[in-house]
């Protein structure tokens, strides 16, 4: 998922991939003078340069065949993919995978679906799976709404991490957000029963965003009365430790999907 800089998933920033051109618009309506066109979605990320270094080069090259799947527009068959039948949490926009590789260390028993398209994020994260050992990471590097709509089945996921993502500060960009009503409904219909959506991000008003956004998703619930402190299972970062030492504000949010 696109993120913003200062926190330790920094792949909107960093990334080289293609995205949508500034002006592009980021909802259907913006296209229906056009019948032609396919309208567009948000897409998690943008184009900016990159620096991949040599490691993280090395690292996809060789190590992409093993972690890795390619983009398809088929479901995965996700007990096949992770060798298991377990648990499956996707997390969108993992940047430099730190914290994806701590989460998947101290909950053995989920899988971890990551989706990034950065060069540089992947190949850290390839670099760390195989440091590490892990063998409940998989990754797709590929657009996330993509990914979503076309490669996870309904009711497939136990749970969808989106931390700290692009927060397209100035009031004109807020519609290429990622978190929208129309890619809540998408996540809401790929978790199961009981699944559940946590959201993070130290921008204020996209806080207040997101809680709007997946209060209106009615398949939904809040887990709290309005954000959630914290986790244990979410580290926090030391970028995220400098910004509270600065008075910095980071907001969490946890909603389930109802039975």
């Not at 009981?194 to 993070?200: L, M, S």
């Not at 806080?207 to 209106?216: E, N, P, S, T, Y």
Request: hydrophobic share 35%; charged share 20%.
């Amino acid at each position: 998922m696109s993120t913003n800089t200062h926190t330790d998933i920094p792949a909107a920033a960093e990334g080289s991939e293609p995205g949508p051109a500034p002006d592009s618009p980021a909802n259907p309506a913006d296209s229906a003078a056009d019948p032609t066109t396919t309208p567009p979605h948000i897409r998690s990320f943008v184009h900016r340069r990159s620096h991949i270094t040599p490691g993280q080069k090395e690292a996809l090259d060789r190590l992409m065949p093993l972690w890795a799947l390619p983009y398809r527009a088929t479901p995965l068959d996700l007990q096949r993919t992770f060798g298991r039948d377990a648990p499956t949490i996707l997390e969108i926009g993992f940047g430099m995978g730190e914290t994806t590789e701590a989460i998947a260390a101290t909950r053995p028993g989920d899988n971890f679906l990551g989706v990034e398209v950065f060069n540089s994020g992947v190949g850290a994260l390839l670099k760390r799976i195989e440091a590490s050992g892990l063998q409940n990471i998989r990754i797709v590097q590929h657009d996330a709404v993509e990914v979503v709509r076309d490669m996870l089945a309904p009711q497939s996921l136990a749970g969808v991490h989106i931390y700290f993502p692009d927060p397209w500060p100035k009031a004109r960009h807020h519609k290429r957000r990622l978190v929208q009503p129309p890619f809540i409904e998408l996540l809401a219909s790929r978790l199961a029963p009981g699944g559940y959506i946590h959201c993070a991000t130290d921008w204020e008003n996209y806080a207040q965003q997101m809680l709007a956004v997946l209060q209106g998703e009615p398949s939904l619930c809040n887990t709290c009365e309005g954000y959630a402190p914290r986790p244990e299972y979410r580290p926090q970062t030391k970028f995220e430790t400098r910004g509270l030492r600065l008075g910095h504000g980071v907001w969490d949010l946890i909603f389930t999907r109802k039975n």
